[in-house]
């Protein structure tokens, strides 16, 4: 059974940095997929950002530039580094992980995800 536990969140001003961390407990056998999915109020989920066992990285468009992907140390640590911060990255973050194909983790949508944490409170002001 995998759990995924989030920290990191925080209020911040606009242009600052703040760096989540998801740490998986648990193991997913094979090729997996992890990745951050935030929800603001009043507005659909968005995928963020996703990487997988081979180290492969997308983003949404939204974030790009701004945001990195990465395992820590330890590959069942998965962090997020966001830089420039914008009020329309407040939301709550997620981290997500499953064992999926290369279509799945780069394609297709957050609901493919079996794993999630609890979230934490980003907000941008």
């Known amino acids: 059974h995998v759990q995924l536990v989030e920290s990191g969140g925080g209020s911040v001003q606009a242009g600052g940095s703040l760096r989540l961390s998801c740490t998986a407990t648990?193991?997913?056998?094979?090729?997996?997929?992890m990745g951050w999915v935030r929800q603001a109020p009043g507005k659909e989920r968005e995928g963020v950002a996703r990487i997988d066992s081979g180290g492969t990285t997308s983003y949404a468009d939204s974030v790009k530039g701004r945001f990195t992907i990465s395992n820590g140390r330890a590959k069942t640590t998965l962090l997020l580094q966001m830089n420039s911060l914008e009020p329309e990255d407040t939301a709550v973050y997620y981290c997500a992980a499953d064992r999926l194909s290369t279509y799945q983790c780069f394609e297709g949508s957050s609901d493919a995800f079996k794993y999630w944490g609890q979230g934490t409170q980003v907000t941008v002001s």
């Open positions: 648990g193991y997913i056998y094979g090729r997996y997929c």
